[in-house]
């Protein structure tokens, strides 16, 4: 069974300063790794979408990597502000079918 | 487009009321999902339909737990009885086909309270 583990759960930053996150899953037969960020009291919202083929994705100030022999994805967000602050969950699709399986997300707060 | 839309935003019900959550899907997406988002569990998938078909209900706690999809543009989740522990948010998800590189879409969600 695929689990999918995001550490740390919380991490505060000042603004500017460049944000890290990280995702490993278990059973590296995937598909595709989507990472989502979630305000609060919203949905979740599609950020990136990396397939098993690729090893990275790049939107704007967001950058997302891919090994999948290692079971990691990393999340880069360059010169963070206020308004990056939010949940970021990553998820992964497995060989099996179409279902996503989430991690239990990172909460980024970004102090001005 | 406007996206995923669920209905109620907020549901508070009675332990052993009946509870029907509604779900729009974007036009012209083939795949629909529904997901339960707790604090103890996270984000857990209950049932996922392709072309109005349920094909994975595994995640479905109990027979209380129900969906339908009657067509392309609705769905419906619902708890008959319902209790407290199934207080949670409910989200409906779309994407526009069943392979595997689609991304997700996500509605606002449906904060259930059940006392």
């Known amino acids: 069974k695929q689990e999918v583990t995001q550490i740390p759960a919380a991490l505060s930053v000042p603004e500017g300063e460049n944000l890290v996150l990280n995702c490993s899953f278990t059973?590296?037969?995937?598909?595709?790794l989507q990472w989502f960020r979630q305000d609060p009291g919203k949905g979740l919202t599609s950020l990136l979408l990396?397939?098993?083929?690729?090893r990275e994705q790049t939107s704007g100030r967001l950058n997302a990597s891919l090994d999948k022999s290692s079971g990691r994805s990393t999340l880069y967000i360059a010169a963070s502000q206020p308004g990056d602050s939010a949940t970021y969950l990553c998820?992964?699709?497995?060989?099996?079918?179409?279902?996503?399986?989430f991690g239990g997300g990172t909460r980024v707060l970004v102090k001005p | 487009d406007a996206g995923v839309i669920q209905s109620p935003r907020h549901e508070v019900t009675e332990m052993g009321q009946e509870v029907t959550l509604r779900c729009k899907p974007i036009?012209?997406?083939?795949?629909l999902f529904w997901y339960r988002q707790t604090m103890m569990r996270g984000l857990e998938l209950l049932i996922y339909?392709?072309?109005?078909?349920?094909?994975?209900d595994s995640g479905m706690p109990e027979d209380r737990f129900s969906a339908k999809m009657p067509n392309a543009s609705f769905s419906t989740l619902k708890i008959q009885p319902s209790e407290p522990r199934d207080s949670a948010v409910y989200f409906c998800?779309?994407?526009?086909?069943?392979?595997?590189?689609?991304?997700?879409?996500f509605g606002n969600g449906t904060r259930l309270t059940v006392t």
């Open positions: 059973d590296s037969a995937i598909y595709n």
């Open positions: 036009s012209g997406h083939n795949s």
């Open positions: 339909f392709n072309n109005n078909v349920p094909i994975d």
């Open positions: 998800a779309s994407s526009r086909d069943s392979t595997s590189g689609s991304p997700l879409h």
């Open positions: 990396i397939q098993s083929s690729q």
């Open positions: 998820a992964v699709v497995g060989a099996a079918g179409n279902k996503l399986t």
